[in-house]
T-cell receptor, first 115, second 113 residues
Framework: NAGVMQNPRHLVRRRGQEARLRCSPV?????VYWYRQLPEEGLKFMVY????????ESGMPKERFSAEFPKEGPSILRIQQVVRGDSAAYFC?????????????FGSGTRLTVV | QQQVKQSPQSLIVQKGGISIINCAYE??????FPWYQQFPGKGPALLIA?????SEKKEGRFTISFNKSAKQFSLHIMDSQPGDSATYFC????????????FGPGTSLSVIP
């Protein structure tokens, strides 16, 4: 069991470029959550996905951000036309069932730097 | 209503001492309160969790105390060790059905020899 795998670990993008962050959940987990962590701040919820469905995207900015979790392959968090304020650590977590009391398993994150 | 407050922001404890981190919430619908531990460069890892039907839960050196009437809960780390140096996040959610986990802002703990 390899746990939650996120790649890349570090990503540098120039302003205006696109960033694609990938997350492979724990094998057998069909629930994926994305969180953003700014320096000296806690984890802010962005989006919750199940296979092929977005369940809750209330924490995701309406523009430039999108997420998917296809039937096959990893979950993708996509940020278009990145700005400096998007610089943060982005963490993906997975769980085996609906309901947060089963505990989340987090990946090691992708650290996005926008220059 | 969805916030989880956490204090202190940072904490320095001598090896062998007790580390105490406090959290408070407002939403009485929350019924699951996990604590996560995060080392630099790593993702958070679930440390211990409690539901409001108990006032205390202990796992090894880690104890959660829960005060439902005050809507407060705390993490106690007994016999703190340098290896405990990390950032600790309290969190809350309506764990019985889907709801997102809301995290506190975190406490940076340093245990010095």
């Amino acid at each position: 069991n390899a746990g939650v795998m996120q790649n890349p670990r570090h990503l540098v993008r120039r302003r205006g470029q696109e960033a694609r962050l990938r997350c492979s959940p724990v094998k057998g987990h069909s629930h994926v959550y994305w969180y953003r962590q700014l320096p000296e701040e806690g984890l802010k919820f962005m989006v919750y996905l199940q296979k092929e469905n977005i369940i809750d995207e209330s924490g995701m900015p309406k523009e430039r951000f999108s997420a998917e979790f296809p039937k096959e392959g990893p979950s993708i968090l996509r940020i278009q036309q990145v700005v400096r304020g998007d610089s943060a650590a982005y963490f993906c977590a997975s769980s085996p069932r609906q309901g947060s009391n089963y505990g989340y398993t987090f990946g090691s994150g992708t650290r996005l730097t926008v220059v | 209503q969805q916030q989880v407050k956490q204090s202190p922001q940072s904490l320095i404890v001598q090896k062998g001492g007790i580390s105490i981190i406090n959290c408070a919430y407002e939403n009485t619908a929350f019924d699951y309160f996990p604590w996560y531990q995060q080392f630099p460069g790593k993702g958070p890892a679930l440390l211990i969790a409690i539901r409001p039907d108990v006032s205390e839960k202990k796992e090894g050196r880690f104890t959660i105390s829960f005060n439902k009437s005050a809507k407060q809960f705390s993490l106690h780390i007994m016999d703190s060790q340098p290896g405990d140096s990390a950032t600790y996040f309290c969190a809350a959610s309506k764990g019985t059905s889907y709801d997102k986990v809301i995290f506190g802002p975190g406490t940076s703990l340093s245990v010095i020899p």
